[in-house]
């Protein structure tokens, strides 16, 4: 593409209003690591929900809806749409726990709930696996698509891209700290938003598409592979069962719960945690959990899918794509670069907006997780395992050193990946069976650490086992590798609970005392603590558990009804727009009056 001297003008101006406010910051996070790793536990609601928005909002997302629309069609979202469940229940019965923790890191917190060396050991275990491999496969999945992006907007080599956006984050998250990235995000949410309502704008005005109406009527006409319908919302059951399965019934029945997945992780855990400890009271944490949730859910998916949806016309196959665009790398030629391939139709100014909005969009992630990764490495290995006792100064450093290693590694693994899609499913993979047990720790004593040292050991190898069997031609297909690693994770993590050694009752007492976890799960502990029944009672009392049930039945249709009244009313269904709007200010109705009584 060729950009006009004001595409330019806007695209420097956007990332110079989003990066200079985060140089005021570099000399507070400095401090301590408290300060450089949690912004001093001083985070308002408002901000810290903003910044998980954001952070959820990076470089690839677009590519990924684009890439489940081409695919699955529209139905194809409820892989992500199904995590509203998780992220609900994280605002009402775990928010509060965690930052009643006071930990700094959510790996903390295993030395706080389990006890002697296996604690320590699944903390150091965790700092690595997740601070580093699994953040490094997030990061390059991010940077692949930003690569993607660079190769169809101005022809750049992969290694052109990672140099670029490695040189700006790295720089960036290492000079300031989580109050750097806080408030990058704030100013990146509104300058990306902005740049994708009007991608989907120019989109739909394209003679190709002919407007929403256009859109409809044409993509009605149209039918994909099996007879798919890419419009509909759900999927058809009646003429391909399988598909339905793996983007409906896996996601709702078991996915939301029994998946680890960054930024919907069951009972709330990495960079979500990370807001929620930094929240400066445990209203706040929720508070920026429940912005969150109806940001991520209803505020963004639209623009991106009718991105998606309008790209079938212009590009319905990809050598269509290859075609437009002769000088890109054939291997970077996927589904998911349908999005930035429809950049181009874009007049002079939007895209300098645009290009602006995606280095926001690929900034606020990265930044994020290199912030994330390096508060593991440094706060919960180096400083716990290998340098104790040094000068928060020292640790800081450190924490700066690790940022660039992070960021180095990470753009290795991007001349390996291919797809958003395939990295998505990669994720999932590897994080199945672990959920049900990050949500049941909060609630059950018998858990130990051995039960999450035999759950994630398990969830890999068993899907290196699916890896293998693939490659050897052997493919169950994606939603039942999914479900058998599931299982066969839950059944190992069990087993570990009632046959492993128990974690010391002192440490789970003085955990009760400090947290005040709800239910039958902690009776025995509650005895040994001296708390009497009718103390415990009291205590649940103000948590109110039957109320923040139906909080979380009521948020959840808020968010799903919000989001299927948007679209219906884009499809010019404005009967079924209407009743479900009625959906949404009965549960809006309701969620309010939930809220005001439990947070009073």
């Known amino acids: 593409m060729n950009l006009q001297p004001v595409d330019w003008l806007i695209a420097i101006a956007s990332v110079l209003i989003c990066f200079l406010p985060a140089l005021a910051f570099s000399r507070r996070s400095g401090k301590d690591t408290s300060e450089y790793f949690a912004s001093g536990r001083a985070v308002p609601w408002w901000l810290a929900g903003i910044s998980m928005v954001a952070t959820t909002f990076s470089s690839d997302t677009p590519n990924l809806v684009t890439n489940f629309v081409r695919t699955q069609g529209v139905a194809g979202n409820w892989q992500w749409w199904a995590f509203t469940l998780t992220g609900v229940a994280t605002v009402f019965f775990y928010?509060?726990?965690?930052?009643?923790?006071?930990?700094?890191?959510?790996?903390?917190?295993?030395?706080?709930?389990?006890?002697?060396?296996?604690?320590?050991?699944?903390?150091?275990?965790?700092?690595?696996?997740?601070?580093?491999?699994?953040?490094?496969?997030?990061?390059?999945?991010?940077?692949?698509?930003?690569?993607?992006?660079?190769?169809?907007?101005?022809?750049?080599?992969?290694w052109q891209t990672l140099l670029a956006v490695g040189l700006l984050n790295v720089a960036f998250a290492a000079h300031s700290g989580l109050w750097g990235v806080l408030v990058i995000d704030?100013?990146?949410?509104?300058?990306?938003?902005?740049?994708?309502?009007a991608a989907a704008y120019f989109a739909l005005q394209l003679p190709q598409v002919g407007g929403l109406s256009g859109l409809v009527e044409k993509l009605s006409a149209v039918r994909g592979p099996g007879g798919l319908n890419y419009l509909k919302m759900l999927p058809d059951f009646t003429s391909n069962w399988?598909?339905?399965?793996?983007?409906?019934?896996?996601?709702?029945?078991?996915?939301?719960?029994?998946?680890?997945?960054p930024g919907s992780e069951p009972g709330g855990g990495s960079y979500i945690a990370q807001r929620m400890l930094a929240s400066k009271s445990e209203r706040d944490a929720l508070g920026g959990t429940l912005?969150?949730?109806?940001a991520h859910y209803v505020l963004r998916p639209w623009p991106w899918i009718l991105v998606g949806l309008a790209s079938l016309l212009v590009y319905p196959e990809?050598?269509?794509?290859?075609?437009?665009?002769?000088?890109?790398?054939?291997?970077?030629?996927g589904h998911d670069i349908a999005y930035p391939a429809m950049l181009k139709f874009l007049p002079a100014g939007w895209i300098g907006l645009m290009v602006g909005g995606l280095i926001a969009a690929n900034s606020s992630t990265i930044l994020?997780?290199?912030?994330?990764?390096?508060?593991?490495?440094?706060?919960?290995?180096?400083?716990?395992?290998?340098?104790?006792?040094?000068?928060?100064r020292h640790y800081v450093a450190a924490g700066r050193v690790a940022t660039v290693l992070l960021f180095l590694a990470s753009s290795s693994l991007v001349f390996v990946l291919e797809t958003?899609?395939?990295?998505?499913?990669?994720?999932?993979?590897?994080?199945?069976?672990?959920?049900?047990?990050?949500?049941?720790?909060?609630?059950?004593?018998?858990?130990?650490?051995?039960?999450e040292i035999a759950a994630m050991s398990s969830s890999f190898a068993i899907s290196i086992l699916f890896l293998f069997l693939r490659k050897g031609g052997v493919a169950l297909g994606t939603h039942l590798e999914l479900f058998l690693t599931v299982i066969g994770t839950t059944l190992c993590w069990v087993a570990a609970a009632y046959l492993g050694p128990q974690t010391d009752r002192q440490a789970l007492v003085e955990f009760y005392r400090k947290v005040k976890p709800f239910g039958p799960g902690w009776r025995p502990i509650r005895e040994a603590a001296g708390v009497s029944e009718a103390e415990a009672a009291a205590a649940a009392r103000s948590d109110n558990i039957p109320l923040a049930l139906l909080g979380w039945l009521c948020g959840t249709a808020v968010i799903w009804s919000s989001l299927f009244t948007v679209g219906n009313f884009l499809y010019g269904r404005t009967g079924i727009a209407v009743g479900l709007f009625g959906v949404f200010l009965a549960s809006g109705t309701g969620?309010?009056?939930?809220?005001?009584?439990?947070w009073r």
């Not at 990146?188 to 994708?196: C, L, R, T």
């Not at 983007?247 to 939301?256: D, G, I, K, S, Y």
């Not at 994020?368 to 928060?392: C, I, K, P, Q």
């Open 420 to 451: 958003a899609q395939d990295n998505f499913n990669i994720i999932l993979q590897v994080g199945a069976g672990t959920g049900l047990l990050y949500l049941m720790r909060w609630f059950w004593w018998r858990i130990t650490a051995w039960c």
């Open 318 to 333: 990809l050598s269509d794509i290859q075609k437009a665009f002769p000088h890109l790398d054939p291997a970077l030629v």
């Open 291 to 294: 912005f969150f949730n109806v």
């Open 95 to 158: 928010a509060r726990l965690w930052r009643r923790s006071g930990v700094l890191t959510d790996l903390e917190f295993y030395e706080l709930r389990y006890s002697d060396r296996a604690a320590s050991a699944v903390r150091g275990f965790r700092a690595i696996y997740l601070g580093f491999f699994f953040n490094c496969i997030i990061m390059a999945s991010v940077n692949l698509a930003a690569c993607k992006i660079a190769g169809i907007l101005f022809g750049l080599e992969r």
């Open 242 to 261: 399988e598909l339905a399965t793996a983007v409906f019934l896996m996601p709702l029945a078991v996915q939301w719960w029994a998946v680890w997945y």
């Open 368 to 392: 994020t997780h290199l912030n994330w990764g390096a508060s593991y490495l440094v706060h919960d290995y180096y400083r716990r395992f290998l340098r104790r006792g040094e000068s928060e």
């Open 591 to 598: 969620l309010i009056v939930i809220i005001r009584r439990l």
């Open 186 to 197: 704030m100013i990146q949410f509104f300058i990306k938003m902005a740049a994708v309502i």
